[in-house]
């Protein structure tokens, strides 16, 4: 995440953040798995609200669930072969 911040006349500070991308592409074959497991912690976090939960349990429970699923995309488990 890049993050920057400037200060206003008046006092004021903007303050801009971004994601920063990696160029990372699944391949083909495991497009549809990483999608069903993206709607589902997506539906995770949208059970969480309707439940009331407050925003910041939610969006941090959120963050870490996200970034431990991006990281298993990334860098799976060695799949064993069967043969």
């Known amino acids: 995440m890049l993050c ?3 200060c206003l006349p008046g006092g004021s500070v903007e303050v801009n953040g971004k ?3 990696v160029d990372y592409a699944l391949k083909r074959e495991f ?3 990483a999608i069903g497991r993206l709607e589902e912690h ?3 976090s949208d059970e969480a609200f309707s439940k009331g939960e407050s ?3 939610i969006a941090r429970e959120h963050a870490a ?3 431990r699923l991006l990281l ?3 860098y799976p488990e060695p799949r064993l072969s069967r043969g």
Do not use: P, Y
């Open 72 to 74: 298993g995309l990334i």
């Open 42 to 44: 997506l539906k995770l």
């Open 19 to 21: 994601v920063v991308g």
């Open 55 to 57: 925003w910041e349990s």
């Open 4 to 6: 920057t911040a400037a």
């Open 65 to 67: 669930r996200g970034l």
């Open 31 to 33: 497009i549809g798995e």
